[in-house]
């Protein structure tokens, strides 16, 4: 039966509840189509008041409110939980579909029961069969909400069964910033007997952590360096003083995340926090386009709740991704959370690698507009000139920044990282240091 519109839902005071309803106007033109949306009478009845209206808002830039908003695309924050990457392709497979704009509206009804953040929609959900048959790690079938989970070593190995299980519970994760990229990723959720299952389908009672599961974008050895890299560049992250959430564990090519869009709080309920791309805090809705970083700090600056903590930090992690040689530094690699008391702050750093290594050979993405960046090498000093009315404070915080990246090259060798890669981001870590030093 043809579905003429999607019913959003957020979780919010411990429940999940109706909250807008978004219709396309033509799925034929996929997310590029106009569309209209607008919040559910009760529960804009419920939020709209001034104090509530922005932190019960589906997006920063949808404050709960009783007007139909029509637009020439679909709503940036409706992209946020879009399937895309490699799980779009995984949801195509599964649904028998070709890959297009047309396909946007089937994958947006069937792929979005469990996205990242505080979002879903609610026809997903109900296509969800609990009681379908899945394997077994030993092959044998049983229904999805009676598995006894998998052991960590079906999923470091790829089990045939666990990928089975992985494909017809459509847990290649999709939406949400950081899972929406070309490596593999799955969204697993651990009971409290330490077995692994599908997100979504232990009650939450039964939680006892949430976890991202990142495989190698392809199968040549550089894409294993970079997944196992990529957990020593989160421990050199937190060494210079970034926003992080959890120590990373890489084993034998498959990268454990611990998410930190959920709480649990054992044996007794889940919080699920809020998680807007940049992306969609600017307002872009598109996929893939090179969005300038002044475009995202004028977000950062209208949206988040201590704006300047946030554009230093900002401001840090570009350092960090140019001197580390992370490429893929896209819009949809940096999120904000956004908490149920309003709170709108940078969420914690990720997807964080030697992106330089990519055999793909991936170019540096956002960018400082003007003379703030020349081919891909940013100068410091015209960012901050640019910036100073907001971070008046930043020359020195900055200076001291430059030389702890001084020190990046012991830093980097204590916390694991490969000593070519030390070697070969050495000459970017001595200029920038001194860029930074003589602000």
Not at 102 to 117: H, K
Not at 293 to 310: F, G, M, Q, V
Request: hydrophobic share 40%; charged share 25%.
């Amino acid at each position: 039966m043809y579905l003429d519109k999607a019913s959003i839902e957020i979780f919010r005071g411990g429940q999940w509840c109706a909250a807008g309803v978004f219709r396309p106007e033509d799925v034929r033109q996929g997310y590029r189509g106009s569309s209209r949306f607008e919040y559910l009478l009760d529960y804009a009845v419920e939020h709209a008041a001034e104090s509530l209206a922005t932190a019960a808002g589906l997006s920063c830039r949808y404050p709960v409110d009783f007007a139909l908003h029509t637009a020439a695309h679909w709503p940036a924050f409706i992209l946020d939980i879009l399937p895309s990457g490699y799980g779009r392709q995984r949801w195509l497979e599964q649904l028998d579909l070709n890959d297009g704009p047309a396909a946007d509206w089937p994958l947006l009804l069937r792929g979005t029961a469990f996205p990242v953040g505080n979002l879903r929609i609610a026809e997903a959900v109900a296509a969800k069969n609990p009681t379908h048959k899945v394997p077994l790690s030993s092959g044998a079938l049983a229904p999805a909400n009676q598995h006894p989970g998998f052991r960590r070593r079906d999923i470091i190995e790829r089990n045939e069964h666990f990928v089975e299980y992985a494909f017809q519970l459509g847990i290649y994760a999709a939406g949400g910033s950081d899972v929406q990229g070309v490596a593999p990723k799955m969204l697993l959720a651990q009971d409290r007997r330490g077995n692994w299952h599908a997100e979504g389908v232990l009650p939450d009672k039964q939680v006892q952590a949430h976890w991202l599961v990142k495989f190698p974008r392809g199968r040549v050895a550089a894409d294993q360096r970079v997944l196992k890299n990529e957990a020593a560049y989160m421990t050199v992250a937190k060494a210079l003083g970034l926003r992080v959430h959890a120590a990373l564990e890489c084993v034998e090519h498959s990268l454990f995340i611990p998410r930190f869009d959920r709480r649990v709080v054992a044996g007794s309920h889940i919080e699920r926090y809020g998680m807007e791309s940049l992306c969609s805090l600017a307002g872009i809705s598109e996929f893939g386009l090179a969005v300038s970083h002044d475009t995202l700090c004028r977000a950062i600056l209208r949206y988040c709740t201590e704006p300047e903590k946030d554009l230093l930090e900002y401001i840090k992690r570009d350092i960090a991704n140019v001197v580390m040689g992370n490429k893929d530094n896209h819009a949809r690699n940096t999120a904000v959370m956004r908490y149920e008391n309003g709170d709108v702050v940078l969420a914690p750093l990720f997807d964080f690698a030697p992106m330089y290594l990519d055999p793909e050979g991936i170019a540096r993405v956002c960018r400082w507009e003007g003379n703030a960046e020349q081919a891909g090498h940013p100068e410091w000093a015209a960012v901050l000139s640019r910036l100073q009315e907001y971070l008046p404070d930043a020359q020195e915080h900055l200076r001291q920044f430059g030389n702890e990246i001084e020190r990046l090259p012991e830093t980097m060798r204590q916390a694991g990282v490969d000593d070519d890669i030390i070697e070969n981001r050495a000459p970017s870590t001595q200029q920038h240091a001194r860029q930074l030093q003589t602000l």
